[in-house]
Every structure is written in structure tokens, then in C-alpha cells.
């Protein structure tokens, strides 16, 4: 399994912005979804975005479409989480997935179950606060 690490966390202001990296230790692109989940305190796991470069494709959550980006770096192995006009409503752990597939019958809904990725990071901290 790919291994993943994240980074970009912290601590940002209501209204702020933030990008979140996540390192992959082998090419992703061709054949890889790659997804970002978040979870907060008390709450359940939920997705965020998801990418599927082989087909050109994004994903988002109601939650953060039309205010987030999901992106990749190609030649660094990196996908990216750019994330704008924050509120409270998006602190959370983030967390980088991914999953070897280049099958094109995958539904949207089926890649937005956690359950659907095999390899995860150990998530980055992300607290909006004043």
C-alpha cells in the first residue's frame, strides 16, 4: 500500500485560508484515487474531496464545494487541499486517502465512503479559531 503523509495544519483564523499537502511514497496519478476526509471531536469521519486524475475528475462535499480545490503536483507525488473562507464548522483532523483504481464504473458515492480507501495518513490538524 502507498504510505501517505500530511501536512499543512494548524491554527487559522475565521475567514482564512489553508493548504494541506499530502505526500505519497510512490507515482499516484495514473492509477490512484485519492481522497481528503476530516474528522471533528464527537463526530463521524465524513469526506471532503476526492480526485481521480486518470479521468480528470473531482469530487467535493456539499460542505466545502465551491471554496475548496483539490490539486496535485504530479512530478512531487503530492495532492492538495486548498481550502477558503474557513469557519469553525471545519476544524477537524484531515485526513489524506487513497486507493489503487482505474475502474471507471466508480460511483461518486461509492468514493465517498471511507471505507472505499485502503491507505490513509495520520491526519493533520486543522483548528479555526480567533
Known amino acids: 500500500q502507498v504510505q501517505l503523509a500530511e501536512s499543512g495544519g494548524g491554527l487559522v483564523h475565521p475567514g482564512g485560508s489553508l493548504r494541506l499537502s499530502c505526500a505519497a511514497s510512490e507515482r499516484t496519478f495514473s492509477s490512484y484515487i485519492m481522497g481528503w476526509f476530516r474528522q471533528a471531536p464527537g463526530k463521524e469521519r465524513e469526506f471532503v474531496a476526492a480526485?481521480?486524475?486518470?479521468?480528470?475528475?473531482?469530487y467535493y462535499a456539499d460542505a466545502v464545494k465551491g471554496r475548496s480545490t483539490i490539486s496535485g503536483d504530479q512530478a512531487k507525488n503530492t495532492v492538495q487541499l486548498q481550502m477558503n473562507s474557513l469557519t469553525s464548522e471545519d476544524t477537524a483532523v484531515y485526513y489524506c486517502?487513497?486507493?489503487?483504481?482505474?475502474?471507471?464504473?466508480?460511483?461518486?458515492?461509492?468514493?465517498?465512503?471511507?471505507?472505499?480507501?485502503?491507505?490513509w495518513g495520520h491526519g493533520t490538524q486543522v483548528t479555526v479559531a480567533q
Open positions: 486517502a487513497a486507493r489503487r483504481s482505474t475502474f471507471s464504473g466508480i460511483t461518486s458515492s461509492l468514493l465517498q465512503n471511507g471505507n472505499f480507501f485502503d491507505s
Open positions: 480526485v481521480r486524475w486518470i479521468y480528470g475528475s473531482t
